[in-house]
Antibody
Framework: EVQLLESGGGLVQPGGSLRLSCAASGFITNNNGINGISWVRQAPGKGLEWVSSICGIGSGTYNADSVTGRFTISRDNSKKTLYLQMNNLRAEDTAVYYC??????????????WGQGTLVTVSS | DIQMTQSPSSLSASVGDRVAITCRASQGIAYYLAWYQQKPGELPKLLIYGASVLQSGVPSRFSGSGSGTDFTLTISSLQPEDVATYYCQKYNSAPFTFGPGTKVDIK
């Protein structure tokens, strides 16, 4: 069974930092690593917003313009864990952050499993 | 960047009605279009990918069509359990933008 378990959310002041983690289990790719993974966020009462992706093949990463230069996605294949380092947080970053598995190793694939999400609140 | 729009933003229909939601990309994205369903208080769920491929386990009353810039999600016979917000997403290249969503209610 595919499982994605996020952690690391919480309350942080504007300008602060948080690191989200996503522990993945229940799936193995050809390279014995992790599928492509995306982080998607959803502000309270709002729609889905793609934030960042890391490909299972190679080390390609992609970020939305709204977080470029502030957020960094990474992974540790040996631990099957994904990370989202979030710096210089702003009030508009307040949202539930979902770790989401892509259908394959490629970033150009849709999401087929979603974690339960972790809430990030940026407020003074 | 390619912009994704959806119409309508919301709709209300009767049980058994045929419902169609449109998603439009500002530039061509071939078949790299997915549809997700998010019921109130639940996680999003993949319904369709490749514009028209039904994800395993999804009821056959859901179907997708289109290519290039114009796509449609159709529910052939609306059921009470289909009350949800539906999102399209492009995945041909980054940014992997979602549409703004279409909220579907029962009349």
């Amino acid at each position: 069974e595919v499982q994605l378990l996020e952690s690391g959310g919480g309350l942080v002041q504007p300008g602060g930092s948080l690191r989200l983690s996503c522990a993945a289990s229940g799936f193995i790719t050809n390279n014995n690593g992790i599928n492509g993974i995306s982080w998607v966020r959803q502000a309270p009462g709002k729609g889905l917003e793609w934030v960042s992706s890391i490909c299972g093949i190679g080390s390609g990463t992609y970020n939305a313009d709204s977080v470029t230069g502030r957020f960094t996605i990474s992974r540790d294949n040996s631990k099957k864990t994904l990370y989202l380092q979030m710096n210089n947080l702003r009030a508009e970053d307040t949202a539930v952050y979902y770790c989401a598995k892509l259908r394959s190793d490629y970033c150009t694939d849709p999401i087929d499993y979603w974690g339960q999400g972790t809430l990030v609140t940026v407020s003074s | 960047d390619i912009q994704m729009t959806q119409s309508p933003s919301s709709l209300s229909a009767s049980v058994g009605d045929r419902v169609a939601i449109t998603c439009r990309a500002s530039q061509g994205i071939a078949y790299y279009l997915a549809w997700y369903q998010q019921k109130p208080g639940e996680l999003p769920k993949l319904l369709i990918y490749g514009a028209s491929v039904l994800q395993s386990g999804v009821p056959s009353r859901f179907s997708g069509s289109g290519s290039g810039t114009d796509f449609t999600l159709t529910i052939s016979s609306l059921q009470p359990e289909d009350v949800a917000t539906y999102y399209c997403q492009k995945y041909n290249s980054a940014p992997f933008t979602f549409g703004p969503g279409t909220k579907v209610d029962i009349k």
